[in-house]
């Protein structure tokens, strides 16, 4: 089954610049979005089909994906983005829809 | 304005049968591909099934036998009707809408989320 694999946790200084991967054998070849989730709210999606941002979300957001891991970017970090970040790709061989395990990102 | 809001949460027995709901405004659920996904508390998003705009319907391993995605376009509404509930059914459901520009393919990010329903499963 596929699995996608996130590091648990990552902490970033404000304005500095975080890098949230999302690993999987192949993944470049799939396309992969990216979900902000705050303590008690539902996700919101930040980035989609690789490197495209939704209305209203910040430039400051950018995605890759190439190899085995997609990257979820965010430069010059604030307070408010602390949360909690998933990746998701659609498994066209399973036909299951998968998420990473998800990773905290903590603004020291 | 696009709205999703989840109802039909509650505590249940194990063993026992609930039926979710998602009442959608804003927009036609027949008309995109909708999900139901659910987290556990204080752990990761969990994908539950999706049905398609045409009516296929696709389940996760853990739930398959077990759960059923099904709509009424009249109410414009999706449901989640869930048998045989276990423990580890426990968490916050959360139906989703898949984005689809009206022409094409729909594609498999969600756009809009509902706030959620909580299901606890114990004796």
């Known amino acids: 089954s596929y699995v996608l694999t996130q590091p648990p946790s990552v902490s970033v200084a404000p304005g500095e610049t975080a890098k949230l991967t999302c690993g999987a054998n192949?993944?470049?070849?799939?396309?992969v979005h990216w979900y902000q989730q705050r303590p008690g709210q539902a996700p919101v999606l930040v980035v989609y089909d690789d490197t495209d941002r939704p209305s209203g979300i910040p430039e400051r957001f950018s995605g890759s994906n190439s190899g085995n891991t997609a990257t979820l970017t965010i430069s010059r970090v604030e307070a408010g983005d602390e949360a909690d970040y998933y990746c998701?790709?659609?498994?066209?061989?399973?036909?299951?829809?998968?998420f990473g395990g998800g990773t905290k990102l903590t603004v020291l | 304005e696009v709205q999703l809001v989840e109802t039909g949460g509650g505590l249940m027995q194990p063993g026992g049968s609930l039926r979710l709901s998602c009442a959608a405004s804003g927009f036609n659920v027949s008309t995109h591909y909708m999900s139901w996904v659910r987290q556990a508390p204080g752990k990761g998003l969990d994908w539950v099934s999706i049905?398609?705009?045409?009516?296929?319907?696709y389940y996760a391993d853990s739930v398959k036998g077990r759960f059923t995605i099904s709509r009424d376009s009249s109410k414009n509404t999706l449901y989640l009707q869930m048998n045989s509930l276990r423990a580890e059914d426990t968490a916050v459901y959360y139906c989703?809408?898949?984005?689809?520009?009206?022409?094409?393919?729909?594609?498999?990010?969600?756009?809009?989320w509902g706030q959620g329903t909580l299901v606890t499963v114990s004796s």
């Open positions: 998701q790709v659609w498994d066209s061989h399973s036909d299951h829809l998968v």
């Open positions: 049905i398609y705009s045409g009516g296929t319907t």
């Open positions: 989703a809408r898949h984005f689809y520009d009206g022409s094409g393919i729909p594609d498999y990010y969600f756009d809009y």
């Open positions: 192949n993944i470049g070849i799939d396309t």
